[in-house]
């Protein structure tokens, strides 16, 4: 397969090439020209769907670049208003169109004639939009976009002071590796209370949220919001009892590597006891990890590593940067988190990050690198609809980025004893995540099949199943009342609900990719590109397939792959 990152913007041929989305009375016409006119043919048909497809590619980049602008500062009050005009204005009108154009196509006789091969994943996704469309949900569905986005400008604005200086909670993570426990237990409370501050707007916040989704769930005819979204979000391939499979596989398999961790971890730092604040640190003399200087030098060392994996993949990162379409570095009044945002049009991705000059910054960026090359890889799809990728694969584009892109650190590192060190706590992430995604999958279950629970219900619910999937070997005395908001630092709680057990299935897949990576990399270079280039145009197992991995979240097959990285991690 040729692969070239010069990546080009869709031609139109429906719209003007100068169109740009203002108000929902310029765009409309657009929508009423797809509704009214005839189709007398499977060419007509096809025709038909390619037009809809640059107007769904037009629009959908027009919402990211006021999503991206948001987030990048928080702080300007016009960048929110655009956002919120357009997630209020012109997103609910859209949908009773979006609504009537996915019937003609069901309804019109040429439908059955199109290639069940090309077009199966799209039409069973276009019934099941149809199922469960409801006029009454499209002014929660609006409030819903905006209020989520509530979450960025409060915890946006959470900042401590260390040393006499301001620093953003992701900033000030970099305290926690230092050899100095008193700094460290300093900065891990000052950030814990910092939270505390906002802890009553996060639950009221989350209350709001919860019961809007609530309704939305009721209105659409299902029993609660989990089994709603499971169906919106297109989970065809696994159900509710597969996740709780997988959470029951994490204490069984994953814990007890965890312990040992964390036994290996204590003993390396010559503690009785071993705290929160003494996770990430090194022993005294050992200089945490400074893998790079600020956000350029960043990006500059993973194009390098990324060249040495495939020239493809560091072009595909320059081509970005051609672009100007980086934000990296954590600043004062810039959301939390990290993304990249694929663009339907333009087709390079944008990718956001908070950088503190940290090792898990590396991570983060050759996971959205991973992303990335995702969003290029399926570019040159026909449709919108078959770039929109089922979120199981997404993760894999971007877990399996980490995994390969360990053996070309080099980048970062200019001696052997940083890069082992750089691989062991990236292989210990792998593992040490699995608990994680774990308690907040089944969080979120506990929360929508009891939606008129209580703050204190809900606390006591978290604090239960965070015990459930603890280790013994951190000592949390004193700590409660930190604990039990913990929840409240997962913004996928508020923004992207139901979405984090994908980060679970796709690091199964991860590994078994990189599983194959270490017995023949081109191989498994070659299935990832594979994999990735379908888009979402084949079913999750056939994807996985495509890949030359399963798609399997049974315990035995969890454990097959926790053995393996285990192994890994002893030869290190």
């Known amino acids: 397969m040729e692969l070239s990152a010069a990546i080009e913007k869709l031609p139109r041929h429906f719209l003007p090439k100068d169109f740009t989305v203002t108000t929902w009375e310029a765009l409309e016409p657009w929508f009423k020209n797809l509704l009214e006119r005839p189709i007398s043919s499977v060419d007509e048909l096809e025709q038909w769907l390619r037009d809809m497809s640059e107007l769904e590619a037009v629009v959908s980049e027009d919402a990211c670049w006021r999503q991206i602008r948001m987030t990048c500062d928080t702080t300007d009050k016009a960048l929110e208003e655009a956002f919120n005009f357009f997630f209020m204005e012109i997103q609910p009108k859209l949908q009773p169109y979006a609504d009537a154009l996915n019937k003609k196509l069901i309804a019109s006789p040429y439908t059955t004639e199109l290639p069940q091969e090309k077009y199966f994943t799209y039409l069973r996704n276009v ?7 409801r006029e009454a949900n499209i002014p929660l569905q609006a409030e819903l976009s905006v209020m989520q986005q509530q979450y960025g400008a409060i915890a946006g604005k959470m900042t401590i002071e260390v040393n006499g200086q301001e620093y953003t909670l992701q900033q000030a993570g970099k305290f926690l590796e230092s050899h100095d426990r ?42 609660n919001y989990r089994d709603y979204k499971f169906a919106e979000m297109g989970r065809f391939d696994y159900t509710k009892e597969d996740c709780f499979q997988f959470h029951e596989a994490v204490k069984l398999h994953v814990l007890p590597l965890i312990e040992k961790i964390y036994q290996k971890k204590k003993a390396k730092l010559g503690l009785d006891t071993l705290r929160p604040w003494d996770t990430e640190a090194e022993p005294e003399g050992v200089q945490p990890l400074k893998p790079f200087t600020d956000g350029k030098d960043l990006l500059n060392k993973s194009i390098t590593c990324f060249e040495s ?13 051609e672009l100007k379409h980086f934000d990296l570095e954590s600043r004062k009044g810039k959301a939390p988190g990290g993304y990249n945002c694929p663009l339907a049009e333009s087709g390079a991705p944008f990718i956001f990050m908070n950088a503190a000059g940290q090792m898990s910054d ?10 990335a090359i995702h969003s290029f890889l399926s570019h040159n799809l026909e449709l919108s609809a078959f770039k929109e990728y089922p979120t199981e694969i997404a993760e894999v584009a971007s877990m399996a980025m980490e995994l390969f892109s360990m053996n070309h650190w080099q980048a970062f590192f ?31 279950h506990w929360v929508y099949e ?33 604990r039990e908001i913990g929840w409240q630092r997962q913004l996928h709680l508020f923004e992207v609900p139901f979405y ?34 379908l888009g979402g145009t084949k079913t999750l197992p056939e994807l996985y397939a495509a890949a030359g991995v399963e798609f399997n979240l049974s315990p035995d097959y969890i454990k097959t792959l926790m ?6 991690m002893e030869k290190l």
């Open 450 to 482: 009891h939606p008129t629970h209580t703050v204190e219900e809900r606390t006591a619910a978290w604090m239960s199943i965070l015990n459930e999937f603890s280790t013994n070997s951190i000592d949390y005395t004193g700590l409660e009342a930190f």
């Open 309 to 321: 994996l495939h020239p493809f993949f560091a072009n595909c990162l320059r081509k970005m940067d």
């Open 362 to 371: 590396v991570t983060t960026m050759v996971h959205e690198g991973g992303h």
């Open 500 to 533: 984090y057990i994908e980060y679970g299935i796709a690091q199964l897949g991860a590994i078994g990719l990189w599983m194959q990576y270490q017995q023949n990399p081109d191989q498994a270079i070659h299935n990832y590109v594979q994999a990735l280039s």
């Open 563 to 568: 053995e393996f990285t285990a192994a890994e």
């Open 127 to 133: 019934k099941k939009n149809i199922e469960l469309y």
């Open 182 to 223: 008193n700094l460290r237990e300093t900065v891990y409370r000052k950030i814990q209370e910092r939270r505390l501050q906002d802890k009553d707007a996060m639950h009221q916040l989350y209350t709001q949220l919860i019961e809007k989704r609530h309704q939305v769930a009721v209105n659409a005819g299902f029993a």
């Open 414 to 444: 200019n001696n052997e004893a940083d890069l082992q060190r750089a691989k062991e706590h990236q292989l210990e992430r792998t593992i040490t995540i699995f608990p994680w995604i774990a308690i907040i999958d089944k969080f979120q």
